[in-house]
């Protein structure tokens, strides 16, 4: 069994790492059946989701950057919703403390951040005094520019360093060290060749005495290895989540929930069965 500590309630998992399903508040992400909102987050919720990842200012490459009054008003409504339902950790997928504070007040309880919350300096302070944990994920640049910023002397190394100088920033700032999640951020200022070295040598960012998650879900990365687009990258997604898990990896964001439980469960399986 794993465990981690959010404000007020430890959750835990007999699977290998924490689901977090992906719900996407907005018309703009790579994979149009995250698009949704109270219909999906429910679905994922059945589906044996550990935790939502929700978002409504998408990531991808080229996509532009949205309004914090634009985040909250697809937000605030859904989280609203779920929390009539279901008790589920909720993460806020944003880069402003103005979102992810309202997120917070209506029931969210872990802010993922793409930009290790160097994009707006007020939000430290804010999960700080509000005891919530927080992902700190490694990218250069915005959505727009970032697929002109791949090279590196030692990607490996380089991601590394700087996921743990924002750990220790965050923690000289008061937010508790086991309250913190490191993310290499694939696909995000990264080339193939990139992309696989974090891959690869997860095991190592996983040493580094910080739980760390894995967005791996139907990538690029992965589309390059099989020749598949987006739409049939499943199964290209579980191997490469299988492998991250089998390394460390604690957290694993994904699409499909489902087939990522079902594959997390046979691993359980297979390493709890008596021979």
Known sequence: MIEFQLKNR??????????????????????????????????????????????????????????????????IPLIKKIRKIS???????????????????????????????????AMTDFCAQS???????????????????????????QVRDYLLQRAEYAVSKGIKKERIILDPGIGFAKDFDGNMTLIKRIGELCSCGYP?????????????????????????????DLYCVMNGARFVRVHDVKETVDTLEVLKGIRDART
């Open 10 to 75: 430890t959750i835990s998992t007999d699977k290998d790492a924490f689901v977090a399903g992906i719900v996407n508040a907005d018309n703009d992400s790579f994979w149009k059946k995250s698009r949704g909102g109270f219909s999906l987050a429910k679905r994922l919720i059945e589906e044996g989701a550990d935790i939502l990842d929700i978002g409504a200012e998408s990531t991808r490459p080229g996509a532009l950057y949205k309004t914090a009054a634009q985040e909250i008003h697809a937000l």
């Open 87 to 121: 008790d589920i950790p909720i993460s806020i997928d944003t880069r402003k403390k103005e979102v992810m504070q309202a997120c917070y007040e209506a029931g969210a309880d872990i802010l993922n951040d793409v930009s290790a919350m160097e994009d707006d300096p």
């Open 131 to 157: 005891d919530i944990p927080v992902i700190l994920m490694h990218k250069r640049e915005n959505s727009v520019t970032m697929d002109e910023c791949t090279q590196y002397d030692d990607v490996f190394v």
């Open 212 to 240: 760390v998650m894995m967005a791996l879900s139907r990538k690029r990365v992965i589309g390059t290895l099989t020749g598949r687009q987006v739409a049939d990258r499943l199964c290209g997604t579980l191997a490469a």
